[in-house]
């Protein structure tokens, strides 16, 4: 059974980059078949599909956010993480890592405020 779990700061300070983790377990972020992807939910909106990584390492990004996301991995940890940058109060959201069609993470909120 594959499992996801997101962590970092709750709390990021306006212009700061924000960095999650997803910690993943059952499964290999290197075994074909998984897309590892990055979701966010804004207050009172819908979901946004931030961008993935594939099993060889390929990224690919939302075009709305693309200048500000990296996606990069650790294989040994098994591991996958966001980096956006330049953040302001409006990438305040519920922050999930999912497996595509497969398991999703919690969720984490991230508030951004000085």
């Known amino acids: 059974q594959v499992q996801l779990q997101e962590s970092g700061p709750g709390l990021v300070k306006p212009s700061q980059t924000l960095s999650l983790t997803c910690t993943v377990s059952g499964a290999s972020i290197t075994t074909n078949g998984y897309y590892w992807s990055w979701i966010r939910q804004p207050p009172g909106e819908g979901l946004e599909w931030i961008g993935g990584?594939?099993?060889?390492?390929?990224?690919a990004y939302s075009p709305s956010l693309k200048s500000r996301t990296s996606i990069s991995r650790d294989t040994s940890k098994n591991q996958f993480t966001l980096q956006l940058s330049s953040v302001t109060p409006e990438d305040t959201a519920v922050y999930y890592c999912?497996?595509?069609?497969?398991?999703w993470g919690q969720g984490t909120q991230v508030t951004v405020s000085s």
């Open positions: 990584i594939g099993y060889s390492g390929n990224t």
């Open positions: 999912a497996a595509l069609a497969v398991a």
